[in-house]
Every structure is written in C-alpha cells, then in structure tokens.
C-alpha cells in the first residue's frame, strides 16, 4: 500500500511569491492534515480536512489555505511569502476518526530567499 | 492552550545504556498521547497511543508509560538504530470529529556503538 505523497519534495520561493503544496494520501483515508516543522517551533498544525470540508484550523494568518478534493486529495496554498515561512511542511492522512494515528508523508521543503 | 514540553532536548547514550525520555503536558480534556519517532528527512512515524493514566505500551526496546500529567518513554538496551527524534504529542479537547494533534519539541537521541 502506497504511503502518503508530498511533492515536490524541495522548493525555493522568494519573498512575495505564492506557493502550492500537494499531498496525496493513503487509499482509503478521507482526513488530511498539515503541520508546520521549524527547527524553533517545532511542528505546529495548520488545519485539517475531511471529505472536502476544514474540519479544525490551526493559530496561522489567512495567507495560508488549503482545500481537499472528491478524491482526498488535498493542497494547501502560501501567499505572499515571508522569510520566517521557510520550513518543513507535512502532510498526515488517516480515516478521520478520532483518536487514531497519523500517517506522514516525508514533507515539502520549503526555502523562502 | 494546551501545552506539550520535552525533555531532555537531546540524549547521546552507549548503545545498551537504557534511559527515558520525559514528555509533560497541560490540556483540557486529554483524549489521547501520542508517541512518533522522526528520522532525518522523512516525516514522524507512528510509535503508541495512550489513552489514559496508568497504561503502558510496548514495542521491541520501547515502552511508553501515562500519568495525569507527563508521560515517559523507556528505552532499554538501546541500538545506534533507535536513533532518532522522538516526538510526544497530544490530543485534547471535547466533543467533535476535529483532529488536531500539539506537538513538542522532540528529544534527539542518539546511540553510539
């Protein structure tokens, strides 16, 4: 069973600049969550999705979004880039019930110049 | 606001050395703690849930241990392959299908030969 995919793996972006992230989760699971990983903060949640809808949204500015499509799919979106956006940024799928654990992808290097 | 502190940051141990690593926490309404291992470059991998104080958890050298207010992850005769960052998260909260997982900062253990 494949895991979950995060591409692309490394980006480069400069200040000002928008960026896509894309995650593709394990068949089957309808919940996607994303986390932020700094080496200061740690990993931080940024929201999560189940079967299209936002389920929970983390303590982040509005510049960052995300959506899921009918496949569970999802994508979250940076605007307007700032230096201190430069991070790990993870991707977690499960079924969506409570309590149960997460599944990470590998993550989408982000470096903002 | 719920609240997750490791310690300690990094651990550097002889390989057959045991030790444990400390996970506290604050939250309003612990519905589960969960423990993951990171490895560089990949995303955190799923290690134990606890659900309430008083259990224990087991797999191969690991064991995870809950009370009301920290939790404590016990490495016997460690390997130089359980290095790694070991990452204690929490999920409160009460009611609802949200899925939001508060995170520490890690412990980087490292097992020399």
């Known amino acids: 069973k494949a895991g979950v995919t995060q591409t692309p793996r490394y980006l480069i972006k400069t200040r000002g600049q928008q960026v896509t992230l894309s995650c593709s989760p394990i068949s089957g699971h309808r919940s996607v969550s994303w986390y932020q990983q700094t080496p200061g903060q740690g990993l931080q949640f940024l929201f999560e999705y189940f079967s299209e809808t936002q389920r929970n949204k983390g303590n982040f500015p509005g510049r960052f979004s995300g959506r899921q499509f009918s496949n569970s799919r999802s994508e979250m979106n940076v605007s307007t880039l700032e230096l201190g956006d430069s991070a790990l940024y993870l991707c977690?799928?499960?079924?969506?019930?409570?309590?149960?654990?997460?599944?990470f992808g590998s993550g989408t290097q982000l470096s903002v110049l | 606001e719920d609240q997750v502190t490791q310690s300690p940051e990094a651990l550097r141990l002889q390989e057959g050395e045991s030790s444990s690593l400390n996970c506290s926490y604050t939250v309003s309404g612990l519905r589960g703690l969960f423990w993951y291992r990171q490895d560089p470059g990949k995303g955190p991998e799923f290690l134990f849930t606890?659900?309430?104080a008083g259990e224990e958890k087991e797999k191969e050298r690991l064991k995870a241990t809950l009370t009301k207010k920290e939790s404590f992850l016990h490495i016997t005769a460690p390997k130089p392959e359980d290095s790694a960052t070991y990452l204690c998260?929490?999920?409160?909260?009460?009611?609802?299908?949200?899925?939001?997982?508060?995170f520490g900062k890690g412990t980087l253990l490292t097992v020399n030969p």
């Open positions: 977690a799928s499960s079924l969506g019930l409570t309590n149960e654990k997460l599944f």
């Open positions: 998260a929490v999920q409160a909260g009460v009611g609802g299908s949200n899925y939001k997982l508060t």
């Open positions: 606890l659900y309430s």
